[in-house]
């Protein structure tokens, strides 16, 4: 099974001037690399985000660094495992967080599928990773395609909530105009970061909020 971009997405990157050798690049440095090394996410899951949540239907980014880099973990949502894995440590922090935040249960899988069919876009900054070697595909270019992915829902779309955590992803808040969207910084949920300003922050709780005031102004 081959990676690529599903085609409502292609439509909207292309009508939002987003040239289509933004993908295409990173992709086919993806695929000379397989051929020398495990990859991760699996073939055919590097665009599981995009294939979940079309465009039209984004409501929340949540933006992460990079995939998971251990063996049977990335899955192409950021911060998402396949059911049944182990948490690993950032999703636990995110689970605790959501649970102390809204008074609910947390998700008992950390698969995050139905967090992208309700309108949660979870993307990775950059899409692909060599196994066991964090950071590895930092130089491919995905970080183009995924600026372009933020920056053309800013433009195209109004009140979806931009949820940032930690330096990293905060650093994408030039692109987003705060005119017609909402902005969520908080710390990383990572064991190194957690309680140095993510436990107790209430992302989810800001953000459930900010859909409603955009809904209201909308109606």
């Known amino acids: 099974?081959?990676?690529?971009?599903?085609?409502?997405?292609?439509?909207?990157m292309k009508s939002?001037?987003?040239?289509?050798?933004?993908?295409?690049?990173?992709?086919?440095?993806v695929?000379?690399?397989?051929k020398e090394c495990t990859v991760f996410p699996p073939e055919g899951k590097i665009f599981s985000a995009f294939k979940l949540t079309p465009p039209e239907n984004v409501r929340i980014v949540l933006l992460g660094q990079d995939p998971y880099h251990d063996d049977g973990q990335a899955e192409g949502l950021a911060f998402s495992v396949p059911d049944g894995t182990?948490?690993?440590?950032?999703?636990?922090?995110?689970?605790?967080?959501?649970?102390?935040?809204?008074?609910?249960?947390?998700?008992?899988?950390g698969h995050l599928?139905?967090?992208?069919?309700?309108?949660?876009?979870?993307?990775?900054a950059v899409l692909s990773v060599d196994a066991h070697t964090p950071g590895s595909h930092a130089s491919f270019g995905w970080e183009k395609f995924t600026d372009g992915?933020?920056?053309?829902?800013?433009?195209?779309?109004?009140?979806?909530?931009?949820?940032?955590?930690g330096g990293f992803a905060r650093k994408k808040v030039?692109?987003?105009?705060k005119n017609k969207?909402?902005?969520?910084?908080?710390?990383?949920?990572?064991?190194l970061s957690a309680y140095r300003g993510f436990f107790g922050s209430k992302p989810f709780s800001a953000a459930e909020k900010a859909l409603k005031n955009w809904q209201w102004q909308t109606d």
């Open 149 to 165: 992915v933020i920056s053309a829902l800013s433009r195209e779309k109004s009140g979806i909530v931009f949820m940032l955590w």
């Open 16 to 29: 939002a001037g987003v040239d289509e050798s933004l993908w295409q690049t990173p992709l086919a440095m």
């Open 113 to 124: 599928g139905k967090w992208a069919e309700s309108g949660v876009l979870l993307i990775n």
């Open 181 to 191: 969207h909402t902005i969520i910084e908080n710390a990383h949920p990572s064991p």
């Open 86 to 109: 182990p948490l690993p440590p950032s999703l636990r922090n995110i689970f605790k967080e959501f649970e102390s935040d809204l008074g609910r249960p947390a998700p008992v899988s």
């Open 174 to 177: 030039p692109l987003i105009d």
């Open 31 to 34: 695929a000379a690399r397989r």
């Open 1 to 12: 099974m081959s990676d690529t971009l599903p085609e409502k997405w292609t439509e909207f």
